[in-house]
């Protein structure tokens, strides 16, 4: 699966912004998706992730914030943030593979990155 991520930028805390990740056809019946950020020096983590049948799981830092969402219609999957905090400057990562999340799956569990798009929460 090849993954191509956009919308990022940067926004005042307490704005939003909607990051959009475009895939190619996934061919799998079952197919784990989500979203990851990394800040310089630190360990990328996960952020949310989405099942074929639209279950999501979000990190707690983020949960009531950020929604994830996949139109596999029009092969996009989204993470809509609301209420950004100010923190270190991210590059936000969509990720993708067959089979299951089951929950809020590590990198390691998957296959296929994008290249990423940064994000930044200042005033």
């Known amino acids: 699966v090849q993954l191509r991520e956009s919308g990022g930028g940067s926004v005042q805390p307490g704005g939003s912004l909607r990051l959009e990740c475009t895939y190619s056809q996934i061919t799998y019946n079952n197919a784990c998706m989500g979203w990851f950020r990394q800040s310089p020096g630190k360990a990328r983590e996960t952020v949310a992730s989405?099942?074929?049948?639209?279950?999501?799981t979000y990190r707690g830092a983020v949960r009531g914030r950020f929604t994830i969402s996949n139109d596999d219609a029009r092969n996009i999957l989204y993470l809509e943030m609301n209420n950004l905090f100010p923190e270190a400057p991210a590059t936000y990562y969509c990720?993708?593979?067959?089979?299951?999340?089951?929950?809020?799956?590590?990198?390691?569990?998957?296959?296929?990155w994008g290249q990423g798009t940064q994000v930044t929460v200042s005033s």
């Open positions: 989405i099942e074929s049948d639209g279950t999501d």
């Open positions: 990720a993708a593979d067959y089979g299951y999340c089951l929950g809020l799956p590590m990198e390691s569990r998957y296959d296929s």
